[in-house]
């Protein structure tokens, strides 16, 4: 159960971690491409928080050098591939079927929490594991 609780509260940490970079994103840029921009510094910004949270405190999982940090990493943002495409889907579909900001995130929230409760199933099985040993 507290691991259940931990994630969750990761996963709302990396949701606003998320939406405040978007709209910071679109308070400082409005020229072209300034939703799809801010959507993808958001992005970025989630991926890395839950990444760095999930590690230590979901995972306990401990790399052993740059270049194994750098394998792991780059296979947390493979699996986040098909869940960031559910994310998009809600947010963007949000968006044009409401043309609202609030709406947009609201879309982007509902989106995300898809994605992470998929997203953890992968990690599980293809991410973190130990010398062949699902964590």
Known sequence: MNLLLSYCLFAVFA???NIVSQDVTLRFYSGPFALI???????????????????????????????HESKIFML???????T??????????????FDDKIMRYLGGIIGLAI??????????????????IKC
């Open 15 to 17: 949701t606003i971690a």
């Open 37 to 67: 921009m801010s959507v993808g510094v958001g992005t970025a910004i989630g991926l890395v928080t839950k990444y760095l949270l999930d590690k230590r405190y979901i995972f306990r999982y401990r790399t052993s050098g740059i270049g």
């Open 76 to 82: 947390y943002a493979v699996m986040g591939v098909f």
């Open 84 to 97: 960031t495409s559910v994310f998009w889907a809600f947010e963007f579909g949000f968006h044009f079927i």
């Open 115 to 132: 994605g992470y409760w998929i997203k953890y199933q992968l990690d599980k099985k293809y991410v973190f594991i130990i010398k062949g």
